[in-house]
């Protein structure tokens, strides 16, 4: 009965995380500024909110989480960091779908690592996902050549990158990592305190990026990180997928940016491979269940 009650636990949470994030790129768009002006409010109020919750949480239990558990939550906070710099990046020289689909591709860098490094070999149904999704994210590439997006595609890619070497090491190291993502906003915090002394404040409605830094963020970054700890990986990942199919859909509605074709096609792609091997993988993980019951019971 608690198993039961903590998946449909887990499930909640990392639904609220998932929705939440939808937003953050609309919100983005919304705050009209310059890129670095938008990276130093949106990261210096997820900084100050993560910091706030963590420490109301400290003066209330003595079980909350260290905010950098040891070297690898150092490592795991500089890739948050980092996908921090290049993500806002991305925002600002491809379109939302391009980056949201690309960003997907974080799973087939997770593979790859978890492989490489964690000598986990994946299973020949997930190297053939992993294959269809490399094309996938070629189709929309091939359709940003020529057209000026190519430098936000590939910082989406370098986001995919980062988001995954930090979710290989934490995993690895089995270390609370829930507001090790919100510490690491420092690092892009810094560089746009940096930009911004320099080319100045520009920004036409903060409000909008200052409610995504102080809530949205901190949010959707708890609730993600949460989740694992009560349900299977994969259903994570179809979560995560929240944020690819509905962030283009807002984007559209509010600002009427039209996917390109190629952008479509690579996406739908990305999403049907994703939702397949997901759903392969929850069957899998239940039939594996059922025979180690059968084989060893109670």
């Known amino acids: 009965m608690s198993s039961h009650y903590d998946h449909q636990k887990g499930l909640l949470i990392t639904a609220i995380g998932g929705l939440t994030l939808t937003v953050d790129i609309p919100l983005i768009r919304l705050a009209d500024g310059g890129a670095w002006t938008i990276m130093l409010l949106r990261t210096g ?67 790859l690592l978890s492989w490489i490094f964690l000598r986990e070999r994946p299973r020949l149904v997930t190297i053939a996902a992993m294959a269809i999704m490399i094309l996938g994210v070629l ?8 057209t000026g997006k190519l430098f ?45 002394s320099g080319e100045g404040f520009h920004v036409n409605a903060p409000w909008w990026i200052v409610f995504n830094g102080a809530i949205i963020m901190p949010i959707s970054f708890f609730c993600l990180a949460a989740g694992p700890k009560y349900i299977s ?24 940016e039209a996917p390109t074709r190629n952008s479509l096609i690579g996406g739908a792609i990305l999403i049907v491979t994703l939702v397949v091997h997901s759903l392969w993988q929850l069957h899998d993980g239940r039939k594996r269940r059922v025979d180690f019951a059968v084989h060893h019971p109670v």
């Not at 491809?94 to 799973?107: C, G, R």
């Not at 590439?141 to 020529?146: A, D, L, T």
């Open 45 to 111: 109020t997820t900084f100050v909110a993560a910091m706030v919750i963590w420490s109301v949480w400290r003066a209330l239990s003595r079980n909350a989480p260290p905010l950098i558990p040891g070297w690898s939550g150092l490592i795991v906070a500089i890739c948050y960091g980092l996908t921090g710099i290049t993500f806002v990046t991305a925002v600002y020289h491809t379109s939302t779908a391009d980056l949201v689909f690309i960003l997907a591709f974080n799973t087939v860098f997770a593979g």
């Open 139 to 146: 189709v929309i590439v091939g359709g940003s050549v020529g």
């Open 152 to 196: 936000g595609d590939f910082m989406a890619l370098c986001s995919a990158f980062f988001i995954a070497v930090a979710i290989t090491i934490s995993r690895a190291s089995g270390k609370d990592m829930g507001f090790t993502s919100l510490v690491g906003v420092l690092l892009p915090l810094g560089l746009a305190a940096f930009m911004v």
């Open 233 to 256: 990986g994969a259903e994570v990942a179809m979560f995560y997928l929240l944020e690819t199919v509905l962030a283009p859909v807002w984007v559209w509605m509010i600002f009427a």
